[in-house]
């Protein structure tokens, strides 16, 4: 009666020296940042993120449809009752957020694969100030938000725009940095480094009998 066998894929369970040694921890010479350099890469994606939210301001002032408004001389009305145009700046700007939000997660990703939390959590906060800028600036280089003025100086009759506004504002602002952290995980899953794989050690050649040899 021969001795069971030890599947290949495992060390003999009386040779406890044959198990792998276990990964050395990975060093900034393997292409991970320490954490100094991970903080200073995520104030620079925090802050180019910010600053791109002036294009995406000037491009939602650009994109936006205009509510058109007239006046009677006495109050100012929407030309359109069905006010369809309001909906759509809230619509154009989420969608330019959202395209903001995975171009530069894949910005990041391309050029810091290693990234850690720092790195995800910088691209969050940077969307959520580069989408407050943008607003900021697509409602300040907009048409004038005292529209009783504007009315008056037009004329009654005349159709003139409607300041640029976010009717869901909130809502807004999270679209840049969920497309971000979204992107930025499935980038990683897809593309990020991996593990490597344990190697086994061979296996203990067998006797002529189909046993194992005995220490």
Same mark, same amino acid.
């Given at each position: @009666?021969?001795?069971?066998?030890?599947?290949?894929?495992?060390?003999?369970?009386?040779?406890?020296?044959? &198990?792998?040694?276990?990964?050395?921890?990975?060093?900034?010479?393997?292409?991970?940042?320490?954490?100094?350099?991970?903080?200073?890469?995520?104030?620079?994606? *925090?802050? +180019?993120?910010? +600053?791109?939210?002036?294009?995406?301001?000037?491009?939602?002032?650009?994109?936006? $449809?205009?509510?058109?408004?007239?006046?009677?001389?006495?109050?100012?009305?929407?030309?359109?009752?069905?006010?369809?145009?309001?909906?759509?700046?809230?619509?154009?700007?989420?969608?330019?957020?959202?395209?903001?939000? *995975?171009? *530069?997660?894949?910005?990041?990703?391309?050029?810091?694969?290693?990234?850690?939390?720092?790195?995800?959590?910088?691209?969050?906060?940077?969307?959520?100030?580069?989408?407050?800028?943008? &607003?900021?600036?697509?409602?300040?280089?907009?048409?004038?938000?005292? %529209? +009783?003025?504007?009315?008056?100086?037009?004329?009654?009759? %005349? +159709?003139?725009?409607?300041?640029?506004?976010?009717? @869901?504002?909130?809502?807004?602002?999270?679209? &840049?940095?969920? *497309?971000? @952290?979204?992107?930025?995980?499935?980038?990683?899953?897809?593309?990020?480094?991996?593990?490597?794989? $344990?190697? &086994?050690?061979?296996?203990?050649?067998?006797?002529?009998?189909?046993?194992?040899?005995?220490?």
């Amino acid at each position: @009666m021969t001795a069971p066998l030890t599947p290949p894929h495992q060390p003999p369970p009386h040779d406890s020296d044959g &198990w792998p040694a276990p990964y050395p921890p990975l060093t900034e010479s393997d292409g991970v940042p320490s954490a100094a350099t991970e903080l200073r890469q995520a104030a620079v994606v *925090a802050a +180019v993120s910010t +600053v791109a939210g002036v294009g995406l301001g000037l491009l939602w002032l650009w994109l936006a $449809p205009r509510v058109p408004l007239i006046s009677d001389g006495k109050a100012v009305f929407l030309r359109h009752s069905e006010g369809e145009s309001a909906i759509g700046a809230d619509g154009t700007f989420v969608l330019l957020a959202l395209g903001f939000g *995975a171009v *530069a997660a894949g910005l990041v990703f391309l050029f810091h694969r290693h990234g850690g939390p720092a790195l995800v959590l910088a691209l969050a906060g940077g969307g959520v100030l580069g989408s407050l800028l943008g &607003w900021g600036v697509g409602t300040f280089l907009g048409p004038t938000h005292d %529209v +009783v003025a504007h009315a008056k100086a037009v004329g009654p009759s %005349v +159709v003139f725009d409607a300041p640029l506004k976010l009717e @869901m504002w909130a809502g807004a602002m999270m679209a &840049w940095p969920i *497309a971000a @952290m979204i992107v930025h995980l499935a980038l990683t899953a897809l593309f990020g480094p991996r593990d490597p794989e $344990p190697e &086994w050690p061979p296996t203990p050649p067998m006797s002529p009998t189909g046993s194992l040899p005995q220490d």
